[in-house]
């Protein structure tokens, strides 16, 4: 099934419902994973299979190299093959939280030829981000010391997922990193993604953070963030009264004022009040 494309998108699928059992059985072929690893579909099925994994199960993984070496080497000879090892490399390294400073450390010591390889994680962002640990620390440690062209490609794949990150509650971490960076281009870019679920975000406890860096990345951004609140009284009026949508008001009225934004600032409280 995973060497067959139709197939591996449904295993894939089903892998993504996160379910232990249905993991278990699919590590149960283990013995096989070199097929899988070394064909198209296969590494696509692989990648997804690392992403899902516990540290428990993806131990598993690693060990079954440990005692088919032979299997290994010719595995690695091969393009599939390679990309799938790189990857699970990459993965494990930067989010085990014993190894990770070893990988955060060449970030910021090695020039960037010696941290090329390193650098190949832009094609794995989405599940590094998906993983506590590496969306936390690896991957934000990766965007500040990467450089263009490779730090621009991982920064706009980053905005263009920008609002499915931003709900979520370990991935929403990445998107407040890189409205961080004072550039206001990828902020920009991010703010529109986001336009739609300003109100939405800012009723929840880790979306509102992902809000309040909205409005602090620029005074353009202050803006526009406060006329889309502005086109909405009533939500305004219950974000007041919210427990974490209190703190988006808050942050708004701050900004508004720092930014000369009186006309804003006034429409705001008087609006809160409603």
Same mark, same amino acid.
């Given at each position: 099934m995973a060497r067959n494309p139709k197939d591996s998108r449904l295993l894939q699928k089903i892998l993504e419902l996160n379910n232990y059992d249905h993991m278990q059985k699919i590590l149960e072929v283990l013995s096989s994973i070199y097929e899988v690893m070394i064909c198209e579909s296969g590494h696509a099925l692989f990648v997804k299979l690392v992403e899902f994994c516990n540290n428990q199960q993806l131990h598993l993984i690693l060990s079954t #190299?440990? #005692?088919?070496m032979?299997? #290994?080497l010719q595995t690695a #000879?091969?393009?599939?093959? $390679?990309?799938s090892i790189e990857m699970l490399i990459l993965f494990a390294l930067m989010t085990h939280r014993v190894e990770r400073p070893i990988v955060e450390k060449c970030f910021r010591v090695l020039n960037e030829k010696q941290n090329e390889v390193l650098y190949r994680v832009? $094609?794995?962002f989405r599940d590094l981000a998906t993983n506590v640990n590496g969306c936390c620390i690896s991957l934000d440690v990766c965007i500040d010391h990467i450089t263009n062209p490779l730090r621009k490609e991982l920064l706009e794949r980053i905005v263009n997922q920008s609002a499915y990150f931003a709900h979520d509650p370990s991935r929403n971490y990445v998107v407040q990193h890189i409205l961080k960076l004072g550039d206001i281009e990828i902020s920009n870019k991010v703010c529109l993604q986001l336009e739609k679920e300003y109100i939405q975000l800012a009723f929840k406890r880790t979306g509102n953070r992902v809000f309040g860096k909205c409005l602090e990345s620029s005074k353009v951004e202050t803006i526009s963030v406060v006329d889309v609140l502005l086109t909405d009284a009533k939500a305004i009026a219950r974000l007041a009264k919210h427990f974490y949508g209190s703190y988006v008001i808050r942050k708004a009225l701050q900004y508004t004022k720092v930014h000369g934004q009186e006309v804003r600032h006034q429409d705001l409280v008087s609006f809160k009040g409603t």
């Open positions: #190299f440990q #005692f088919h032979d299997l #290994f #000879f091969t393009k599939n093959g $390679s990309m832009i $094609s794995y």
